[in-house]
């Protein structure tokens, strides 16, 4: 790792802290009557070990923005654009995810499944965990095989590839930087964020109450909710986020503070000599501190800018290429206790709605390890990327089975179905045309699977 490495590592940290200390801001803003006060404190009063929570979310298509687009396509573009809705309107996402991390043990877990359904019938479905040091990924609509990397696999890659020997390093002493309650820098930071609320309240000002709302948990039980509702344009969003980065472009305290976390990290590194067994020299890791002592302010500003420019440039593709403002709607549900229930997002852009739900369940409980695995369904990665004939027969098994099973699904043959069934809206040319290209998919199958095989050299 040389020198710019080791700088740009330094300016990572700092984004992470500014990342951390956010949305801590506001903490002491307890005002419910106000709802910029209500949704801020909310985000920040509470702190959590563990979350548990689901994910739903679907699309809505307006037809009479969609048949300008499908104008070349049909002869009957309001029918095209019904029978289009009409499928996409079926489709929905729904997931959950468990979460704990606790400081002082140092440990991490996380549990997140994602499944993407046609009605009620589930078409795609992922999974992604870590637990015991552990990574899992997993696709139940395509195979029983759960892929896996330990902690110590990861490091013995990174070993083979580079020599840099990991397995010695004491990585929580690093964590500990981060442990910002106990940082008087940070302290100082959180008692001056004028800035910050002044930019929120203003860009923010069209936070209102809502009406009440009975958000429904997993376990059944109903929670009588306060309400807040956001809506903004990208455009204005985008602006939000520049001028939250210029305060802390100048932010003497914010400085201070992550510029003492980038000073600690490489401290620690040299004075715990982690940097020889991560085949860094000595002279990098002073050239790198002297760089942070004399020169970070111009590096902190310079980030701070190309952060600010990458914002800007995609503000202007979107304005480039929408014909209507990007529009983004949020609506949040918040318990007596101040806890946070149910989040709800929508975006709407040239008549294509997303809307997003979150339910969070249940905080700081304690959560059952849901990824212990059958020893004989799981597949090493690390053996996959050692052994070149290892991973060439399990990834021929791997994509066959997955073939063959979405393709042999329940829902693929509703999906088909449904599709027959909704062409009849169309011109009797064109839903003849889809009828009859469903019906091959389906009369010939077994050729389609051999064919896509026979086209991975399988």
């Given at each position: ?54 994910i739903e979310g679907n ?66 479905s992922f999974g992604v ?291 027959k069934a909704k062409a ?35």
């Amino acid at each position: 790792m040389n020198k710019k490495q080791l700088i740009a590592l330094a300016v990572v940290l700092g984004v992470i802290v500014v990342g951390v200390v956010g949305f801590a801001t506001v903490k002491n803003m307890i005002i419910k009557g106000d709802p910029f006060n209500h949704l801020f404190y909310s985000m920040t009063q509470n702190s959590y070990d563990s979350v548990e929570a689901r994910i739903e979310g679907n699309i809505e298509v307006d037809e009479a923005m969609l048949q300008s687009t499908l104008y070349y396509f049909t002869s009957n573009p309001e029918a095209m654009s019904k029978f289009v809705a009409s499928l996409l309107n079926e489709v929905n996402i729904t997931g959950d995810v468990k979460w704990a991390f606790s400081m002082k043990d140092k440990t991490v877990y996380l549990d997140e499944n994602i499944h993407l359904n046609y009605s009620d019938k589930q078409m795609l479905s992922f999974g992604v965990g870590y637990s015991g040091e552990r990574l899992s990924l997993r696709s139940q609509t395509f195979t029983d095989k759960i892929m896996v990397l330990t902690k110590q696999e990861a490091f013995d890659l990174i070993r083979e590839s580079s020599g840099v020997d990991l397995t010695e390093v004491d990585f929580n002493k690093y964590i500990d930087l981060f442990d910002l309650e106990k940082d008087p820098l940070y302290k100082t930071f959180i008692k001056d964020v004028k800035g910050y609320e002044k930019i929120l309240r203003d860009k923010l000002a069209n936070l209102e109450k809502g009406d009440p709302k009975q958000v429904v948990l997993a376990d059944g039980k109903s929670i009588k909710c306060d309400t807040i509702e956001l809506e903004m344009t990208i455009d204005e969003m985008t602006m939000l986020y520049i001028a939250l980065l210029n305060e802390a472009k100048f932010d003497v305290e914010l400085k201070t503070l992550v510029k003492s976390k980038a000073m600690a990290f490489l401290t620690l590194l040299k004075e715990s000599g982690d940097y020889k067994l991560m085949n860094i020299d000595a002279s990098d890791v002073d050239s790198a501190m002297d760089e942070l002592s004399n020169n970070f302010d111009s590096g902190w500003e310079t980030a701070i800018d190309e952060l600010a420019r990458t914002y800007q440039e995609m503000q202007y593709e979107l304005q480039r290429t929408q014909v209507e403002p990007f529009r983004y709607k949020m609506l949040v549900a918040i318990d007596p206790k101040f806890n946070i229930r149910m989040v709800e997002y929508s975006t709407n852009m040239m008549g294509i709605a997303v809307n997003q739900t979150m339910y969070y369940d249940r905080f700081n409980a304690k959560i059952n390890d849901g990824l212990v695995f059958d020893e004989s369904k799981m597949i090493s990665i690390k053996k996959m990327i050692d052994d070149e004939s290892y991973a060439k027969d399990t990834a021929s098994t791997l994509i066959e089975e997955s073939i063959n099973t979405f393709m042999d699904s329940a829902s693929l043959e509703f999906f088909m179905t449904d599709v027959k069934a909704k062409a009849s809206v169309l011109p009797a040319q064109e839903a003849t045309a889809i009828v009859e290209m469903v019906q091959y998919f389906i009369d010939n199958k077994e050729m389609i699977k051999s064919m896509l095989l026979e086209n991975m050299g399988m």
